[in-house]
């Protein structure tokens, strides 16, 4: 069965540092991965995917992430946080089809402080 | 283009009545799933439609089932309502090898 471990439930970091959040998955088959954030009392938004082809992914507001197949790994980062980007964030992982399942982890709450 | 939507925002039950909460996929998306989200948590898995038929399903009793209408919209009922319910209830709605996207939730809260 399929399983994500996010390896911190906080992580508090000041604007313009740099930051990473991890995320370990466990599965017996070929996955595709994602990182969601959620903001307070809102549903989650999808931040980027890994699905096939290049192992380092890129979002639009300048966030990205490695797929990492030997060490089960897709850890998130950025170079320079801001302020807006203090929310939760859930890595998941499906097996399957992009469509199929998703397995979440339990989150991790990025504050970014001034 | 309207995203996912959800209805109602919040709901208020007793324990032991019996909840119907709604979602309406993304234009054109066939494929609706939902989870529960208890507070503090990562979302949980609970059954997914897609042709109108539960095609997968997570680890929740017979109490939660579901439905999928012809124009793809679904609704979520949870019988015999326990306290452990109260949770943030999300739909996600896709396409055939897309990732899925979610709407902003249904807080339901039992007491």
């Known amino acids: 069965a399929q399983s994500v471990t996010q390896l911190d439930s906080q992580v508090p970091v000041f604007e313009e540092a740099p930051v990473e959040l991890r995320c370990n998955y466990s599965?017996?088959?070929?996955?595709?991965l994602f990182w969601y954030v959620q903001y307070p009392n809102q549903g989650l938004q999808l931040l980027l995917k890994?699905?096939?082809?290049?192992?380092l992914v890129e979002s639009i507001n300048g966030f990205e992430a490695e797929f990492n197949k030997s060490q089960t790994s897709f850890h998130l980062r950025k170079p320079s946080v801001h302020i807006s980007d203090t929310a939760e964030y859930f890595c998941?992982?499906?097996?399957?089809?992009?469509?199929?399942?998703?397995?979440f982890g339990k989150g991790t709450l990025l504050t970014v402080n001034p | 283009d309207a995203g996912v939507t959800q209805s109602p925002t919040h709901l208020i039950k007793t324990r032991g009545q019996q909840v119907t909460l709604r979602c309406s996929p993304k234009?054109?998306?066939?494929?609706v799933s939902w989870y529960q989200q208890a507070l503090g948590q990562g979302p949980q898995f609970i059954f997914q439609?897609?042709?109108?038929?539960?095609?997968q399903r997570g680890n929740f009793p017979d109490r939660f089932s579901g439905h999928q209408f012809p124009n793809y919209s679904s609704e979520l009922n949870v019988n015999a309502l326990l306290l452990g319910d109260s949770a943030l209830y999300l739909c996600?709605?896709?396409?055939?090898?897309?990732?899925?996207?979610f709407g902003p939730g249904t807080r339901l809260t039992v007491t």
């Open positions: 996600a709605s896709s396409l055939p090898g897309y990732e899925q996207y």
């Open positions: 599965s017996s088959v070929s996955v595709y």
């Open positions: 890994y699905l096939s082809g290049s192992t």
């Open positions: 998941a992982v499906s097996e399957g089809g992009s469509n199929y399942k998703l397995t």
């Open positions: 234009s054109g998306h066939d494929t």
């Open positions: 439609y897609y042709e109108e038929e539960e095609r």
